[in-house]
């Protein structure tokens, strides 16, 4: 049996994945000691798109332009939990706080090369790179945990709206009832 998805649960998911496939280019760049295969930032040797003649240079860019294609996708992501999940204060806060940490991650990933490689930033920048990946997951996570069925009945109310029975008769829509939230 197929389980349907909506396109929160496809982007949230997507930006988990995308989230380990930075990472490990992270990881790629700081093995191959290529951090500084661009040494400005945000353009790499003052290009767009550089020279691929030396290989650190690649691997460098490779990683900044799956991290821009990231943050896009984290953004969107964000966007459509504040459209579509609005009232699920934990999907909200989870993906809000993965755009935050993937700005901030962009902004010392940038500080990391201007810096010509200080231990202290190169420390932050992977430290915020996990705490961006758990963040993301955890969306993903709460994505399928708490469907949109769930959350849309929650916030709507399961009986607020009117049906028609098969005589063709209207049900007004029950009285709203309250509920406590822990």
């Given at each position: 049996?197929?389980?349907?998805?909506?396109?929160?649960?496809?982007?949230a998911l997507a930006s988990?994945?995308?989230?380990?496939?930075?990472?490990?280019?992270?990881?790629?760049?700081?093995?191959?000691?290529?951090?500084?295969?661009?040494?400005?930032?945000?353009?790499?040797?003052?290009?767009?798109?550089?020279?691929?003649?030396?290989?650190?240079?690649?691997?460098?860019?490779?990683?900044?332009?799956?991290?821009?294609?990231?943050?896009?996708?984290?953004?969107?992501?964000?966007?459509?939990?504040?459209?579509?999940?609005?009232?699920?204060?934990?999907?909200?806060?989870?993906?809000?706080?993965?755009?935050?940490?993937?700005?901030?991650?962009?902004?010392?990933?940038?500080?990391?090369?201007?810096?010509?490689?200080?231990?202290?930033?190169?420390?932050?920048?992977?430290?915020?790179?996990?705490?961006?990946?758990?963040?993301?997951?955890?969306t993903a996570l709460l994505?399928?945990?708490?469907?949109?069925?769930?959350?849309?009945?929650?916030?709507?109310?399961?009986?607020?709206?009117?049906?028609?029975?098969?005589?063709?008769?209207?049900?007004?829509?029950?009285?709203?009832?309250?509920e406590d939230e822990l």
């Amino acid at each position: 049996m197929r389980l349907p998805r909506d396109r929160f649960q496809i982007l949230a998911l997507a930006s988990a994945v995308g989230a380990f496939a930075l990472t490990v280019a992270g990881g790629f760049v700081t093995q191959t000691g290529s951090g500084l295969g661009c040494p400005d930032w945000p353009l790499c040797h003052g290009q767009v798109v550089p020279d691929f003649s030396d290989s650190n240079t690649a691997i460098e860019w490779t990683h900044r332009t799956v991290a821009a294609i990231v943050g896009l996708l984290v953004l969107v992501t964000t966007l459509f939990a504040w459209r579509d999940r609005r009232g699920e204060r934990r999907i909200l806060r989870a993906s809000t706080l993965s755009l935050v940490l993937v700005i901030v991650q962009a902004a010392l990933g940038g500080a990391v090369v201007v810096s010509n490689l200080n231990p202290f930033l190169v420390v932050a920048h992977v430290s915020i790179a996990a705490a961006f990946f758990a963040t993301a997951v955890a969306t993903a996570l709460l994505a399928f945990v708490l469907p949109p069925t769930a959350t849309a009945s929650r916030d709507i109310g399961a009986s607020s709206v009117a049906s028609v029975e098969p005589a063709g008769e209207v049900t007004p829509p029950a009285a709203p009832q309250l509920e406590d939230e822990l």
